[in-house]
């Protein structure tokens, strides 16, 4: 039999990037040896074992395992027998898996029956179909924890905390979500419709995203020269299997360019392999120092220790904001807290546990929180994720939620729409005189100042076409770099200006 890989998923097994289902990111527990990142079988079997006689003893419990096992099978077969209605014997079994799996209060502990299993197994390819964004089940709710740079997700608008409550005119109260991400998921070119509750804004929001195929090119860099300085800039969308062998080539080559700073970018990153993270700290956190650290049930801990030889002459700055998760989180806070380098931005997600998939003979699977991990120092950032160093706000209108036009707004209108729309009009060089919410006779006049520049009819009234425009120039702004905050800064410490 296969070795069984610990997962340290972003947030959950399905993932919206993957489209088909399954989860984008696959991670690995380490054990004693620092090489490897895999634990056998039968270790996992041992630890298991070991943590289940412990809550014996603990508990003092005088009920045997046969008793349980008895208990169960007497109330499957009282439903089975006895229910008004014909039951389902499988979907009753599989039922009671999942509410096993839901008293345990962990949105990370979920039972995927053997057709998702399988969509899980196929989604590990180089691109999928979907819109491009990693989801949890917080407190009930389908929750975004991060949509990929450049994916549809991210061009319609959603972001970070974003609770999806209807796909496509349809509440999904109640709906696991694996239900729910079989709704999102579909084929090239098609559009799904998702009405989401947004943190700070009264109303819910509908946000149309067309599916579109997410290649997991997890990887890119280049050099911006500034002030007689080069910069490298390493730009981390995931951390898949081969994410460290890319990110090791790309920094040769900065280095090989004699670069006097580097940038290296996670915003937006929602994890991926472990394995991958170890290995890209083994290349920049200074050796002898802890990358991660693995925490089992009894408190003990196994560190992964870096290997690197001879420590870098050149300052790190790292980038992280909310859509920021697992491995992205270990990877900025051992930059920070063993690496001693400035990172910039926002608190990232908060993602902090380990899971492990676990076969059953039917080709279904059980996924189980087995360990937490805990930063370089030691901290546990489940559920608050990595402070910055130096904390960067990006512009308002980077926040600005989409607009979703059936009447065009117009004078003397107040609502959130009229609000976001004058908070791009501002983020994109006109002069709303507001952002209050309220169409008064100065947001009409840049709205027609608007309409003017680009060629469009001038009516002062943001309509349907307008408000696509208008939403399509800040999506342009947002990913220019004299527009971002946080990456100016980083340029900034990098060039001592």
Known sequence: MKNMRILFPLVIVLSLLLGAGGMYAVMAA??????SVVLEESQVKEMIESNENEVEEVSGSI???????EKIEQAFQVISDRYVNEVDESELLEGAISGMLETLDDPYSVYMDASTAEEFMESLDSSFEGIGAEVSMTNGKVTIVAPFRDSPAEEAGLRPNDQIIEIDGEDIEGLSLNEAVLQIRGEKGTTVTLTIERPGVNDPIEIDVVRDEIPLITVYSDIVEEDGKSIGVIELRSFSENTAELFEEELMKLESEGIDGLVIDVRGNPGGFLQSVEDIGNLIIPGGEPIVQIEGRDGERTRHISNLEDEKEYPIITLIDEGSASASEILAAALKEAGGHDVVGKSTFGKGTVQQTIPMEDGSQIKLTLFRW???????????????TIEVDQPDYFYAS????EDPLSFDMSS?????????????????GRTDGYFDRQTEEAVTAFQEREDLEVTGEINEETADLLQQRVIESVQDRDSDNQFKKAIELLTGE
Do not use: C, F, Y
């Open 402 to 405: 989409p607009l979703n036009i």
């Open 63 to 69: 009920e045997t395992d046969e008793d349980r096992m």
């Open 374 to 388: 805990l930063t370089s120092a030691g901290n546990d950032i489940n559920k608050e994720g990595v402070e910055p």
């Open 416 to 432: 959130d729409h009229v609000k976001n729309a004058q908070i791009m009009l501002k983020g994109i060089g006109e002069d709303p």
């Open 30 to 35: 380490v054990d004693g040896d620092n090489s």
